[in-house]
């Protein structure tokens, strides 16, 4: 059996549920390597920061090597680096593209090569996109076809990179979230937000941590795209 300290990547680390991340995984035992554009330094032993835009290769390779030289591997990464643009299809602009693609994809691209060469020179690992639900459930009045496209996108690698590098020890899974109570939802949305989702409600922060982490410990599952979204993606309502 294995005693080395793991080691975790968390993009998007900076708030929300990529800070709650952190804080849930260095509970468990884990070193983190946390990234977002303009995160400050720890004062945690546990935890090194890199900031940067993920959606640069370099950001993503800094991000990778800061991992093995600080703490010496990388067991998991999280995706969970994302931007949600809500628009009519034809409103969409040059710039909402261009940030779309860069952070949901380019950001998922770039990191997850680099993190997947490590794995697979140690032999094991586990790789886990955010996702959303919308993919599966578009919703009157919410259009957002950025959304589908870039996280659908994630959704389809996922399974993919799970059939790739199931051979070689690696693990790769995404949770699709409904609409979880975040600094991106002022409270005062909160209540018109709850009727998207059967259960009645929108998710807390914790919800979303804790899927992230069943699908750490599920060893024998890949390839899911794990909904933690009060039934959204179930049918309509």
Not at 6 to 28: D, P, R, W
Not at 112 to 130: K, L, W, Y
Not at 170 to 186: F, S
């Amino acid at each position: 059996m294995s005693t080395h300290t793991k080691v975790a990547v968390i993009t998007g680390a900076s708030q929300g549920i990529g800070a709650e991340l952190v804080k849930a995984y260095v509970a468990a035992g884990y070193k983190v390597v946390a990234n977002s554009r303009s995160i400050p330094p720890s004062g945690d032993p546990n935890v090194a920061t890199v900031a940067g835009d993920i959606s640069s290769p370099e950001v993503a390779e800094r991000l990778i090597a800061t991992a093995v030289e600080r703490f010496g591997r990388v067991d998991t990464l999280v995706n969970n680096a994302g931007i949600f643009t809500a628009k009519p299809f034809t409103g969409f602009t040059l710039e909402d593209w261009n940030a779309n693609i860069g952070t949901n994809l380019a950001g998922f691209f770039f990191v997850t090569q680099q993190a997947i060469r490590q794995m697979e020179a140690q032999g094991s690992g586990h790789v886990v996109q955010i996702s959303t639900s919308l993919v599966d459930q578009p919703i009157n009045g919410v259009p957002a076809v950025l959304a589908s496209l870039t996280k659908g996108g994630l959704n389809g690698a996922t399974k993919s990179l799970a059939i790739e590098y199931a051979g070689r020890g690696i693990r790769v899974n995404a949770v699709a979230l409904g609409i979880i109570k975040t600094p991106m939802h002022a409270p005062e949305t909160h209540a018109a937000l709850s009727t998207l989702h059967p259960l009645g409600r929108i998710g807390e922060v914790s919800e979303a941590v804790d899927a992230v982490l069943f699908l750490e410990k599920a060893g024998f599952v890949t390839g899911e795209i794990l909904h933690v979204d009060g039934g959204q993606a179930a049918g309509h309502w």
